[in-house]
């Protein structure tokens, strides 16, 4: 695709969970295209400045703010300066959360409560937030990073899947809802990518050289994908290029899912 056919109007972009492997992805992917971007951390603000610097060392517009889903002020605090210089046109949720691999049988109460909250909760503060500004502006894109498990569910990873499955939910009902203002809203079901929780479960020996192997086997591609590459299909849908795509869930697995 070509740089010409991925038009955004002026403004900024706004990446929340930008200081993560895919969020840090979609930062520099945006970023690339000349397209000013605010790339949200919730902890680790040393990670996030250097990412923000390496992408200004490269000619990007950056900047960064301390955001919690579980915190609205915070979430208002960012868009409001983001409008304050202009206009917020795309909103990519990229947020994720270190949980464990747990069976159903094993899940506790407390554990499901906290972890529904983080996620699908989360998401719904940041569409809160962020949706009337979108309406102001004369439209929009949001683009949420979903999960492949929601096409064929993986075993133990309840956790994950649920809560988008939620979120999937509320994805479409934006879609359906404020396609009439100009918004759209779309998701990315990705499968393994080499980067973040992955690769931190595998240091732990969550995932063995076995499920690695194993898994690759079963993927039509048989490799597992890169944050770059979901990033890709980030910005393809978020830009004027996929203008006629709204409430969809858009596998980017390698073929798990068939």
């Known amino acids: 695709m070509s740089a010409e056919n991925l038009d955004f109007p002026e403004g900024t972009a706004l990446v929340l969970g ?13 970023a690339s295209r000349k397209i000013p971007v605010c790339m949200t951390y919730q902890s680790n603000r040393e990670r996030a400045e250097e990412i923000a ?51 159903i049988a094993d899940l506790t109460p407390e554990l499901w409560q906290r972890v529904l909250r983080a996620d699908a909760e989360g998401v719904f503060n940041a569409i809160y937030t962020t949706l009337p500004h979108l309406r102001a502006g004369g439209g929009g894109s949001y683009v949420h990073i979903s999960s492949a ?27 359906k809802e404020e396609g009439q203002h100009n918004i759209r809203a779309n998701s990315i079901a990705i499968g393994v990518i080499e980067t973040g929780i992955f690769l931190r479960l595998r ?10 192997a194993q898994v690759k086997q079963n993927l039509p591609l048989q490799r597992f994908g890169s944050p770059k590459e979901v990033a890709k299909m980030a910005l393809f ?18 073929g798990y899912g068939l």
């Open 53 to 103: 610097d390496g992408i200004r060392n490269s000619g990007g517009i950056v900047s960064t703010a301390q955001v919690s889903l579980q915190d609205v002020e915070s979430l208002n605090r960012c868009v409001n300066d983001i409008v304050d210089r202009g206009r917020l046109h795309s909103v990519f949720i990229a947020t994720g959360y270190d949980i464990p691999q747990v069976s």
């Open 203 to 212: 240091e732990q020996g969550v995932f063995d050289d076995q499920w690695v």
């Open 237 to 254: 849908l978020a830009s004027s290029a996929s203008g006629y795509t709204t409430g969809q869930l858009i596998p980017v697995d390698g």
């Open 18 to 30: 930008g200081s993560g492997g895919v969020g840090s992805a979609i930062v520099a992917e945006v």
């Open 149 to 175: 498990g929601l096409l064929r569910y993986p075993p133990l990873d309840i956790l994950s899947v649920a809560p988008k499955a939620a979120i999937e939910e509320l994805i479409k009902g934006v879609a």
